[in-house]
């Protein structure tokens, strides 16, 4: 291997991770939010009829339910993408990648999933003038699961009223361990947040009365 591609190798290497010698995947993160790309290739030594996808998500992480019903994914237990971590529950989801009767898995397949950081909530943290304080008190970094990708040599299960059980044998998981930082909300900062918060609707609602009775005005003239 020439310098310049073992370069370009260990590069890229954070990013793109090869979790089977079928399965290729690629993560980016901004902030709030994370996606995931997967790309999964036919293996002719390990036939297989049915492939699904089983995730589980934490608290603290969700995916749009509008994003998860375009996968037809059958989803276990409630997503309310409104609530802080601390409101919300564990929940999971499954979606068939690929189902026959008759002929093997023979062709490539690619899914994606943006994956959203909740709130967490406000730290009461009273060491606002010690310089002593650390900076990483502002962050957490939490763990970020990832999919797993299921093979079956039998034709997939019903995802109508559940998701089939995880296939420990056969199912193929990312060696990486992703994680995600998000901030944490400070007690001390709610003195100014919350005038604020009140403050908007306050102008914005008047901006819209006065308006209207200038329109009203108008049109009586």
Same mark, same amino acid.
């Given at each position: 291997?020439?310098?310049?591609?073992?370069?370009?190798?260990?590069?890229?290497?954070?990013?793109?991770?090869?979790?089977?010698?079928?399965?290729?995947?690629?993560?980016?993160?901004?902030?709030?939010?994370?996606?995931?790309?997967?790309?999964?290739?036919?293996?002719?030594?390990?036939?297989?009829?049915?492939?699904?996808?089983?995730?589980?998500?934490?608290?603290?992480?969700?995916?749009?339910?509008?994003?998860?019903?375009?996968?037809?994914?059958?989803?276990?237990?409630?997503?309310?993408?409104?609530?802080?971590?601390?409101?919300?529950?564990?929940?999971?989801?499954?979606?068939?990648?690929?189902?026959?009767?008759?002929?093997?898995?023979?062709?490539?397949?690619?899914?994606?999933?943006?994956?959203?950081?909740?709130? %967490? /909530? *406000? $730290?009461? #943290?009273? =060491? +606002? %003038? /010690? *310089? $002593?304080? #650390?900076? =990483? +008190? %502002?962050?957490?970094?939490?763990?970020?699961?990832?999919?797993?990708?299921?093979?079956?040599?039998?034709?997939?299960?019903?995802?109508?009223?559940?998701?089939?059980?995880?296939?420990?044998?056969?199912?193929?998981?990312?060696?990486?361990?992703?994680?995600?930082?998000?901030?944490?909300?400070?007690?001390?900062?709610?003195?100014?947040?919350?005038?604020?918060?009140?403050?908007?609707?306050?102008?914005?609602?008047?901006?819209?009365?006065?308006?209207?009775?200038?329109?009203?005005?108008?049109?009586?003239?």
């Amino acid at each position: 291997m020439s310098l310049t591609s073992l370069c370009i190798f260990f590069f890229f290497l954070p990013c793109i991770i090869i979790s089977a010698p079928n399965i290729g995947s690629r993560y980016t993160g901004t902030g709030f939010h994370t996606r995931l790309e997967y790309t999964i290739d036919p293996d002719p030594s390990m036939p297989a009829r049915c492939l699904f996808v089983w995730h589980r998500l934490p608290p603290y992480l969700y995916i749009e339910p509008d994003e998860l019903h375009q996968l037809n994914a059958t989803i276990l237990g409630s997503i309310n993408i409104e609530t802080s971590a601390s409101q919300s529950h564990p929940f999971a989801y499954c979606f068939i990648l690929y189902n026959s009767t008759t002929k093997p898995f023979d062709h490539t397949k690619t899914f994606s999933i943006n994956i959203h950081s909740r709130y %967490l /909530d *406000p $730290r009461n #943290d009273n =060491t +606002d %003038l /010690d *310089p $002593r304080r #650390d900076d =990483t +008190d %502002l962050y957490e970094t939490l763990p970020l699961p990832e999919p797993v990708i299921h093979f079956t040599k039998k034709q997939c299960p019903h995802l109508g009223v559940g998701c089939p059980a995880p296939i420990a044998e056969t199912g193929i998981e990312s060696p990486r361990e992703l994680t995600v930082t998000i901030p944490v909300g400070q007690e001390k900062h709610l003195w100014f947040v919350f005038p604020i918060t009140c403050l908007f609707p306050f102008i914005s609602c008047s901006l819209l009365f006065i308006i209207s009775g200038r329109i009203q005005t108008k049109t009586v003239n």
